[in-house]
């Protein structure tokens, strides 16, 4: 699993060409989120001292966040730029492209996983939609917005 979140994090295109295919990695992925959620939510808590309510709530956020942009992004990339995706691969690409976020366990490093993450979600769901750049730029940005929102109130119930 380190491996392949090594591979997602320096936007191995094959490797989310395969992730998109491979149903056997979904699991895997929700695993990966969950743990970088945790790592950020540590980070987190070391500015804000509340280490166990930004852990919990992050975890919770990031998963329920993870789920909503999947279908978000499938259903945008589907929808208005025909793209050729379906929940699961979704699922899994973005799932792996949230790894830039394990450097959030240290402080004041989480606008640089944001910026990374941003990236590594419009490379996944490029690849997951197979449409070019600028829908999964337009998919990223709708859906993120959409995603940001509802993980925020979730995130604000749980910590």
Not at 25 to 50: E, K, M, Y
Not at 64 to 70: K, R, S
């Amino acid at each position: 699993m380190i491996e392949n979140a090594i591979r997602a994090a320096k936007l191995d295109l094959d490797f989310y060409n395969t992730v998109e295919k491979d149903t056997t990695l979904t699991g895997q992925a929700a695993i990966l989120v969950a743990i970088v959620s945790l790592l950020s939510g540590i980070g987190n808590g070391f500015v804000r001292g509340s280490f166990f309510g930004q852990a919990i709530g992050a975890v919770v956020a990031g998963l329920i966040g993870w789920v909503i942009a999947a279908w978000v992004m499938d259903w945008i990339g589907r929808t208005f730029f025909n793209g050729e995706s379906d929940f699961g691969q979704m699922q899994r690409v973005l799932g792996y492209a949230q790894a830039p976020r394990a450097i959030g366990i240290v402080p004041f490093l989480g606008w640089i996983a944001w910026i990374w993450t941003l990236i590594a979600t419009i490379v996944a769901v490029r690849e997951g939609q197979d449409f070019g750049t600028g829908p999964a730029v337009i998919t990223v940005v709708a859906g993120w917005v959409i995603t940001v929102i509802l993980s925020g109130i979730v995130y604000a119930i749980f910590t």
